[in-house]
């Protein structure tokens, strides 16, 4: 078992009177290895990361955050932060070093008259969801009600909303901010702008957002749900998605994918969230429900927060998990083929490969106008193995990145960082495209030592 202890970037052991005086000062909790507490706190969902740090710093107030920063800062540790936990690949976590933990910071306040929303940086979706539906409102925000909001809204943040409402990133207005440096600023179109750019689809690379303002929008029950159909039909059934979503109205976000039934029956299935009107949605998914022989037909209205809980169950915590993913070119015959194919092989049946189909809103902003570069790219393809038995680790690490690797000649080559699990060589330059050389850039201003490197990082130019 690792034994964990508190370690500069250097190796060395932090003086333990540096470490009480850190204590001391800090009001939230402040938890080392055998402290009450700390092994929950070193936990995420996905049991393929099993990472021991030497200090996990469980923030109170933006004020605790900058103590953590300058404590990192003064004894040279290694640093990570972590908001809900959720990223696949654990970038939440390190080892040794020092965790800025979020996770109590989670009010959220609703300022109907504005439709604006003030939200702390370790609130999960359903936090986000409890208080804007009591206003009839929603943020454009993810698929999975524990996914939190800061790591989800730093990488761009797609869901249920994106057609019609864009990016969570598109309902940003500012965001509160530690720098590197271990000042606290304020990010939006009028105060620091550049910064601002950065933060909306620049991951956690110019400093801790502590806060973030959102715009939120009229919607309280929405037309969604499933529809699963025998694993036989998936090609019918994948080439009709495709046809229905190219003319599909923005109020419409549909995501299909191949799976297996609760009972490990092979299928296919499509999901759907409509958030128009309720009649106009019954008769724009006419069509797609009255296709081929569904086994289930669970379409129904519902309250947006219960949409959004529906996939809880589908990330269950304690599992294993590994993913891969890629924008592909077009959702062509030839992709169906080869995602079908590959299913047939052995697997989990936990397993699930995913498309998701964006379009409308998000196209209509310029690639230049915020950090993420994704604007124009309809069809993403999530290959998401999950298993519950670690020595099947490696069986499933190889199926996903088999099909990763058949997906290349169809890919554009480009990627969400959020939904990666390995860190690959130049990566970050790949995700961001045309956007790379002004985010290194910006780096350099905030954080020229790359003190925020645990991370999809992007390193200073100088």
Known sequence: MHAATLKQRDGKNVDPAALDTFRSEFKGEALSPGDEGYEAARTIWNASIDKHPGLIARCASASDVIRAVKFARANNLPVSVKSGGHNVAGRSLCDDGLVIDLSM??????????????????????????????????????VVSKTGVAGLTLGGGV??????????????????????????????????????????????????????????????????????????????????????????????????????????????????????????????????????????????????????SMLEQSFPDKSYNYWKSTFVKSFSDDVIDLLIEHMERPKSPLTTVVIEYYGGAPTRVPVAETAFPHRDHLYYINIMPQWLEPADNDQHVAWARALFDALRPYSNGAYLPNFFSDEVPEQSQVAYGDNYARLAELKSKYDPTNFFSLNQNIKPTR
Not at 105 to 133: C, F, I, P
């Open 105 to 142: 910071m989670k009010k959220v306040s609703v300022d109907a008259g504005t439709r604006t929303v003030h939200v702390q940086a370790g609130a999960l979706l359903a936090d986000l969801d409890r208080e804007t539906h009591v206003h009839g409102l929603a943020v454009p925000a993810g």
């Open 159 to 308: 869901g249920y909303l994106v057609r019609k409402y864009g990016l969570t990133i598109d309902n940003l207005l500012s965001c509160e901010v530690v720098t590197a440096d271990g000042d606290l600023v304020t990010a939006s179109a009028d105060a620091n702008p550049d910064l601002f750019w950065g933060l909306r689809g620049g991951g956690g690379n110019f400093g801790v957002v502590t806060s973030f303002v959102f715009r939120a929008h009229p919607v309280k029950t929405v037309l969604g749900g499933l529809l699963i159909y025998p694993r036989i039909d998936a090609r019918d059934v994948l080439r009709h998605f495709r046809e229905f979503m190219a003319t599909a109205p923005e109020e419409l976000t549909a995501y299909s994918a191949l799976l297996s039934t609760p009972d490990g029956v092979p299928a296919v299935g499509v999901l759907v969230c409509y958030c128009g009107d309720l009649t106009e949605g019954e008769r724009v998914l006419a069509p797609l429900r009255q296709f081929g022989a569904p086994m289930l037909d669970a379409i129904e209205a519902m309250p947006f927060p219960v949409m959004q």
